[in-house]
């Protein structure tokens, strides 16, 4: 009869010494860069928030900003609660909402309609509407374009379309069913009275200047 049978012998594994040194380091480095993240989030900035809706050309009051002390990114651009008394008094260069962080590129101290233009709002149908977003300050041109058999005033046959230069101040939301936008278009006070008689006489479109330097 058979002895009992001995069981496998199972050397330890010897650790080489390379080995431990490089989960060492991998343990450092994984510290520092714990510690790294907390000194981060642990450094937090005084901003100036938006509490209540502003529309476009309205003046910004202390009622209408709050503050928040947040981890920022460098990257992100926002007026820090220091300042918020360099921001109260300006116009809203952008519709502002509540919630969102407010940014110097947000507010301007000029008046959107300025000494010597008239504003005129223009309805686009959606076909109309550029896929580009219309903002404040954006460059445009006024076309009168006239229904076919149409009177075109004083314009020669085949001419180039007249046009007028014009800035936007404001663009609304499309309208729920219909989809139509309206924008506010400031033009010279010479030009506001012949844009308003294109609007009316549905004979005007509104076409976007290339940006400048562009």
Known sequence: MAGPVAPPRV????????????????????GAGVAVLLLQVGHRTQV????????????????????????????VQAVRAADVGAVVGKRAA?????????APSQVTKDSLVRAGEQLVPVGLKPEQVPATAL?????VRLVHVPAPGAPSGDQAPGAAPRTLAGRVVKASPSAPGTGVVVVDVATSAEDGPTAA???????????????EGG
Do not use: C, H, Y
């Open 135 to 139: 903002v404040p300050g954006q460059k």
């Open 94 to 102: 952008v519709e502002l909402k509540p919630g969102s962080l407010l």
């Open 48 to 75: 100036v928030t938006v509490v209540r809706d502003v529309q476009v050309g309205q003046v910004v009051t202390e009622q209408d900003l709050g503050k928040a002390s947040l981890a920022l990114d460098t990257a």
């Open 11 to 30: 050397s330890a594994r010897r650790r080489r010494p390379g080995v431990i040194a490089l989960s060492l380091a991998l343990i450092a480095a994984g």
């Open 197 to 211: 008689a294109w609007v009316s006489a549905d004979a005007l479109r509104l076409v976007l200047d290339a940006p």
